[in-house]
């Protein structure tokens, strides 16, 4: 290649001047291939945009011949078209926001591929005032699907890690595909904070069937209908994060939730223990109030001829 040939020649010559590695950084052997030793000064003269446009478009390669007169002579984004085969909007404008030194190869090719995806993640990197590397590559990686954009939107937005966005991604794509409903992706389109969006679907998914059957108890067969209940009984379900992961323990197999008839009820939560069977975790009435003796031995009783259920609390030291 003619300017791989001229950085092997550049690099022979003389050693790279001080200033030169400074503001080029990987880009400084090409840069006094094709500017040489007496016009490079023309190349710290020029603005930090102008610098950036010319890096971007020596990283995409060297398949045609970058000379210093068609550098400076033609319009930025000529440059960069010739240089990647297409313009995507706002490209010179995100170059112009960096600093005054040479990015990576890998960060201008980045640029291109984020800028050219044309999505609701290009217009946010367009609009941002400062350029953090790191975005742009997350920008540059993510999936083009819908479900991957619509987190990512609001993860950037938010200075959320691209680890974050892709777990959001994974768990919306398999709410969709558990519940065989994509009405999440409608309440995530007009949603201000995701998250909660996303933790409101997943604890809404389905309620397995109820481990047992017993006479006077009601089994509980929905988030609705557990949320219904706690806000009739105002006890600790009330609190987002304890339903949240009560659902979710449900789902799970490993807890379930029944309520007792009648005009005082009581919510009983049930534990999985092991392949044992399952324990009384949990029994309170309105405001929380602990159940009589009288109704722990009701209770008891209904479950008498249900070996794997135990009607009591475990000990710590069993738990």
């Not at 200033?19 to 990987?26: F, N, R």
């Amino acid at each position: 290649m003619v300017l791989q040939n001229g950085l092997q020649e550049s690099v022979k010559l003389s050693p790279l001047p001080d200033l030169i590695e400074h503001i080029a950084g990987e880009f400084a052997p090409a840069v006094m291939a094709i500017w040489g030793r007496f016009d490079v000064g023309e190349y710290v003269m020029a603005t930090s945009t102008q610098r950036h446009v010319w890096h971007a478009a020596i990283a995409a390669g060297d398949d045609f011949l970058l000379t210093s007169k068609w550098l400076t002579r033609n319009r930025l984004k000529v440059i960069l078209k010739r240089a990647y085969g297409n313009y995507p909007a706002g490209m010179v404008r995100l170059l112009s926001r960096l600093g005054p030194r040479a990015e990576t190869r890998e960060f201008y090719r980045a640029a291109h591929v984020a800028l050219s995806r044309g999505d609701m993640l290009t217009r946010i990197l367009q609009h941002l005032k400062t350029i953090d590397p790191h975005v742009v590559f997350a920008i540059a990686e993510l999936p083009t699907d819908l479900i991957s954009v619509r987190m990512a939107s609001y993860a950037l937005r938010r200075g959320v890690s691209s680890d974050e966005i892709a777990e959001m991604s994974w768990l919306v794509t398999r709410t969709v595909e558990v519940s065989g409903s994509a009405a999440i992706l409608n309440f995530l389109s007009s949603s201000t904070n995701p998250v909660i969006t996303i933790r409101k679907a997943i604890a809404n998914l389905r309620f397995p069937s109820p481990p047992w059957k017993a006479e006077g108890l009601i089994p509980v067969q929905s988030a609705e209908e557990l949320s219904q209940m706690a806000r009739r009984l105002r006890n600790c379900l009330g609190d987002h994060d304890i339903f949240y992961s009560s659902c979710l323990d449900v789902q799970a197999g490993i807890a379930f939730y029944f309520v007792t008839a009648g005009s005082k009820p009581l919510l009983l939560k049930f534990t999985k223990f092991g392949g044992l069977g399952w324990y009384l975790d949990e029994c309170r009435g309105e405001g929380n109030r602990h159940p009589t003796a009288e109704e722990l031995e009701y209770i008891a009783g209904i479950h008498s001829h249900i070996e794997t259920v135990w009607c009591r609390r475990l000990s710590y030291e069993m738990r």
